[in-house]
Protein backbone atom coordinates (compact mmCIF):
# COMPACT_ATOMS: atom_id res chain seq x y z
CA UNK A 1 0.00 0.00 0.00
CA UNK A 2 3.04 2.48 0.56
CA UNK A 3 3.29 2.49 -3.06
CA UNK A 4 0.36 3.96 -3.68
CA UNK A 5 0.99 6.96 -1.29
CA UNK A 6 4.40 7.29 -3.59
CA UNK A 7 2.76 7.46 -6.65
CA UNK A 8 0.12 10.15 -5.29
CA UNK A 9 2.96 11.91 -4.08
CA UNK A 10 5.20 11.93 -7.54
CA UNK A 11 0.96 13.21 -8.95
CA UNK A 12 1.29 16.25 -6.60
CA UNK A 13 4.67 17.16 -7.19
CA UNK A 14 5.91 16.83 -3.53
CA UNK A 15 8.11 14.74 -1.12
CA UNK A 16 6.14 14.83 2.29
CA UNK A 17 8.51 14.61 5.28
CA UNK A 18 6.08 12.87 7.21
CA UNK A 19 4.32 10.55 4.88
CA UNK A 20 1.58 9.47 7.86
CA UNK A 21 -0.49 13.33 6.84
CA UNK A 22 -1.20 12.35 3.00
CA UNK A 23 -2.45 8.72 4.29
CA UNK A 24 -4.48 10.40 6.88
CA UNK A 25 -5.67 13.10 3.94
CA UNK A 26 -6.87 9.93 1.86
CA UNK A 27 -8.08 8.22 4.39
CA UNK A 28 -12.01 8.12 4.98
CA UNK A 29 -14.03 7.30 8.65
CA UNK A 30 -15.64 4.34 7.03
CA UNK A 31 -12.66 2.61 5.88
CA UNK A 32 -11.40 2.93 9.76
CA UNK A 33 -14.41 0.72 10.78
CA UNK A 34 -13.31 -2.15 8.46
CA UNK A 35 -9.39 -1.89 9.07
CA UNK A 36 -9.06 -1.08 12.93
CA UNK A 37 -5.04 -1.58 12.82
CA UNK A 38 -5.13 1.95 10.56
CA UNK A 39 -6.61 3.78 13.54
CA UNK A 40 -3.19 4.85 14.42
CA UNK A 41 -3.06 7.02 11.17
CA UNK A 42 -6.35 8.51 11.69
CA UNK A 43 -9.22 9.80 9.46
CA UNK A 44 -9.10 12.64 7.57
CA UNK A 45 -11.71 15.33 8.62
CA UNK A 46 -9.56 17.27 10.90
CA UNK A 47 -7.41 17.62 8.05
CA UNK A 48 -10.62 18.73 5.32
CA UNK A 49 -11.26 21.24 8.22
CA UNK A 50 -7.78 22.35 8.00
CA UNK A 51 -7.41 22.56 4.28
CA UNK A 52 -10.89 24.11 4.04
CA UNK A 53 -9.28 27.32 5.74
CA UNK A 54 -6.07 27.39 4.04
CA UNK A 55 -8.08 27.44 0.76
CA UNK A 56 -9.93 30.12 1.70
CA UNK A 57 -7.16 32.35 3.02
CA UNK A 58 -5.05 31.37 -0.13
CA UNK A 59 -7.68 32.30 -2.60
CA UNK A 60 -8.55 35.14 -1.08
CA UNK A 61 -5.47 36.51 -1.09
CA UNK A 62 -4.22 35.45 -4.56
CA UNK A 63 -7.82 37.39 -5.82
CA UNK A 64 -7.08 40.17 -3.82
CA UNK A 65 -3.60 40.76 -4.98
CA UNK A 66 -4.08 40.02 -9.41
CA UNK A 67 -7.57 41.33 -9.48
CA UNK A 68 -7.39 44.88 -7.79
CA UNK A 69 -10.19 46.06 -10.20
CA UNK A 70 -12.84 43.69 -8.93
CA UNK A 71 -15.17 44.56 -5.77
CA UNK A 72 -15.77 42.67 -2.86
CA UNK A 73 -18.86 40.90 -4.52
CA UNK A 74 -17.20 39.72 -7.33
CA UNK A 75 -14.06 38.62 -5.14
CA UNK A 76 -16.46 35.99 -2.90
CA UNK A 77 -18.65 35.10 -5.90
CA UNK A 78 -15.03 34.16 -7.78
CA UNK A 79 -13.28 32.60 -4.40
CA UNK A 80 -16.45 30.28 -4.07
CA UNK A 81 -16.59 29.32 -7.50
CA UNK A 82 -12.80 27.96 -7.80
CA UNK A 83 -12.83 26.82 -4.11
CA UNK A 84 -16.42 25.10 -4.24
CA UNK A 85 -17.31 21.55 -4.68
CA UNK A 86 -17.41 20.95 -8.84
CA UNK A 87 -14.13 22.68 -8.67
CA UNK A 88 -12.41 21.01 -6.23
CA UNK A 89 -13.65 17.37 -7.81
CA UNK A 90 -12.41 18.60 -11.21
CA UNK A 91 -9.17 18.48 -9.36
CA UNK A 92 -9.70 14.95 -7.75
CA UNK A 93 -10.09 13.33 -11.18
CA UNK A 94 -7.36 14.83 -12.73
CA UNK A 95 -4.74 13.85 -9.77
CA UNK A 96 -7.11 10.55 -9.93
CA UNK A 97 -7.64 10.10 -6.29
CA UNK A 98 -10.64 7.67 -6.90
CA UNK A 99 -7.56 5.30 -6.99
CA UNK A 100 -5.94 6.15 -4.15
CA UNK A 101 -8.90 7.20 -1.43
CA UNK A 102 -9.55 4.73 0.96
CA UNK A 103 -12.90 4.00 2.07
CA UNK A 104 -14.87 1.27 3.32
CA UNK A 105 -16.01 -1.40 0.63
CA UNK A 106 -19.70 -0.33 0.26
CA UNK A 107 -18.89 3.05 -0.52
CA UNK A 108 -15.94 2.16 -2.61
CA UNK A 109 -19.05 1.28 -4.79
CA UNK A 110 -20.82 4.70 -4.46
CA UNK A 111 -17.58 6.72 -5.21
CA UNK A 112 -18.24 9.52 -8.04
CA UNK A 113 -21.40 8.17 -8.82
CA UNK A 114 -23.34 9.46 -4.86
CA UNK A 115 -20.72 10.52 -3.14
CA UNK A 116 -18.30 12.25 -5.81
CA UNK A 117 -17.92 15.00 -2.59
CA UNK A 118 -16.45 12.62 -0.78
CA UNK A 119 -13.01 13.00 -3.47
CA UNK A 120 -13.73 16.90 -3.27
CA UNK A 121 -13.09 16.93 0.33
CA UNK A 122 -10.11 14.63 -0.01
CA UNK A 123 -8.43 17.79 -1.77
CA UNK A 124 -9.24 19.86 1.17
CA UNK A 125 -7.28 17.18 3.38
CA UNK A 126 -4.56 16.94 0.85
CA UNK A 127 -4.49 21.23 1.21
CA UNK A 128 -4.19 20.74 5.11
CA UNK A 129 -1.63 17.75 5.29
CA UNK A 130 0.76 19.65 2.74
CA UNK A 131 0.30 22.98 4.98
CA UNK A 132 1.67 21.11 7.90
CA UNK A 133 4.48 19.16 6.51
CA UNK A 134 5.19 21.58 3.80
CA UNK A 135 4.32 25.24 4.79
CA UNK A 136 2.56 27.90 3.59
CA UNK A 137 4.51 28.64 0.26
CA UNK A 138 4.59 25.10 -1.25
CA UNK A 139 0.60 25.17 -0.27
CA UNK A 140 0.14 28.41 -1.95
CA UNK A 141 2.19 26.56 -4.77
CA UNK A 142 -0.04 23.41 -5.13
CA UNK A 143 -3.06 25.72 -5.11
CA UNK A 144 -2.30 28.18 -7.78
CA UNK A 145 -1.01 25.64 -9.91
CA UNK A 146 -4.15 23.11 -9.81
CA UNK A 147 -7.06 25.71 -8.52
CA UNK A 148 -6.39 29.43 -8.67
CA UNK A 149 -5.27 29.40 -12.70
CA UNK A 150 -8.65 28.84 -14.00
CA UNK A 151 -9.92 31.98 -12.43
CA UNK A 152 -9.31 34.08 -15.82
CA UNK A 153 -11.21 31.84 -17.88
CA UNK A 154 -14.18 32.07 -15.13
CA UNK A 155 -14.20 35.33 -15.48
CA UNK A 156 -13.85 35.91 -18.94
CA UNK A 157 -17.17 33.32 -19.34
CA UNK A 158 -19.10 35.03 -16.04
CA UNK A 159 -19.15 31.41 -14.89
CA UNK A 160 -18.07 32.38 -11.05
CA UNK A 161 -21.29 33.03 -10.56
CA UNK A 162 -22.78 30.42 -9.14
CA UNK A 163 -26.73 30.08 -8.28
CA UNK A 164 -26.31 31.36 -4.60
CA UNK A 165 -24.86 34.83 -5.93
CA UNK A 166 -27.46 35.06 -8.72
CA UNK A 167 -30.80 34.30 -6.74
CA UNK A 168 -29.23 37.27 -3.92
CA UNK A 169 -28.24 39.84 -6.71
CA UNK A 170 -31.60 39.31 -8.32
CA UNK A 171 -33.74 39.23 -5.39
CA UNK A 172 -31.54 42.18 -3.88
CA UNK A 173 -32.01 43.95 -7.29
CA UNK A 174 -36.00 43.20 -8.25
CA UNK A 175 -37.54 43.54 -4.23
CA UNK A 176 -34.95 44.95 -2.32
CA UNK A 177 -34.57 41.38 0.30
CA UNK A 178 -31.22 39.27 1.10
CA UNK A 179 -32.33 35.59 0.82
CA UNK A 180 -31.91 33.32 4.01
CA UNK A 181 -31.20 29.70 4.19
CA UNK A 182 -32.14 27.84 6.99
CA UNK A 183 -31.33 24.17 7.06
CA UNK A 184 -34.45 21.96 7.76
CA UNK A 185 -32.89 18.47 8.31
CA UNK A 186 -30.77 15.77 7.70
CA UNK A 187 -30.86 12.10 7.76
CA UNK A 188 -28.16 9.10 7.37
CA UNK A 189 -24.89 7.70 8.84
CA UNK A 190 -22.27 9.98 9.61
CA UNK A 191 -20.20 9.41 6.84
CA UNK A 192 -22.88 9.51 4.40
CA UNK A 193 -25.40 12.10 5.65
CA UNK A 194 -27.68 13.87 3.60
CA UNK A 195 -29.48 17.35 3.94
CA UNK A 196 -32.11 19.53 3.41
CA UNK A 197 -32.11 23.18 3.28
CA UNK A 198 -34.93 25.67 2.40
CA UNK A 199 -34.16 29.36 0.93
CA UNK A 200 -36.54 32.30 2.52
CA UNK A 201 -37.50 35.90 1.14
CA UNK A 202 -38.01 37.27 4.46
CA UNK A 203 -40.71 34.40 6.17
CA UNK A 204 -41.89 33.13 2.75
CA UNK A 205 -40.18 29.94 1.65
CA UNK A 206 -39.79 29.86 -1.96
CA UNK A 207 -37.66 26.43 -2.83
CA UNK A 208 -35.95 24.02 -0.86
CA UNK A 209 -32.96 21.79 -1.99
CA UNK A 210 -31.02 18.63 -0.80
CA UNK A 211 -27.73 17.41 -0.83
CA UNK A 212 -24.86 15.47 0.57
CA UNK A 213 -23.28 18.91 1.80
CA UNK A 214 -25.08 21.86 2.98
CA UNK A 215 -23.44 23.71 0.43
CA UNK A 216 -24.69 21.44 -1.94
CA UNK A 217 -28.15 21.59 -0.18
CA UNK A 218 -28.48 25.36 -0.28
CA UNK A 219 -27.44 25.72 -3.96
CA UNK A 220 -29.82 23.47 -5.38
CA UNK A 221 -32.31 25.32 -3.37
CA UNK A 222 -31.11 28.72 -5.12
CA UNK A 223 -31.62 26.70 -8.71
CA UNK A 224 -34.94 25.70 -8.33
CA UNK A 225 -35.92 28.79 -6.71
CA UNK A 226 -34.68 31.17 -9.68
CA UNK A 227 -36.16 28.48 -11.67
CA UNK A 228 -39.64 29.24 -9.45
CA UNK A 229 -39.20 32.89 -10.00
CA UNK A 230 -38.37 32.42 -13.48
CA UNK A 231 -35.21 34.46 -13.26
Known amino acids: MD ?10 GLKFNNIDLLKRALTHR ?14 NERLEFLGDAV ?10 REYPHLKEGELTSLRAALINGNSLLE ?23 SHPYFLA ?10 YLDQGLEQTRKFIE ?14 SHKDPKSIFQEKSQELLGITPVYRFLKAWGPDHSKQF ?18 KHEAETKAAQKALLKKEW
Open 145 to 158: KHILVKANQLLKTG
Open 91 to 113: VADKLEIKKYLLVSKGEKKELKK
Open 55 to 64: FGLIAAEYLF
Open 196 to 213: KTGVYLKDKLIAEGEGFS
Open 121 to 130: NAIESIVGAI
Open 30 to 43: SFLNENKEWSKIGQ
Open 3 to 12: SDFHKIEKKL
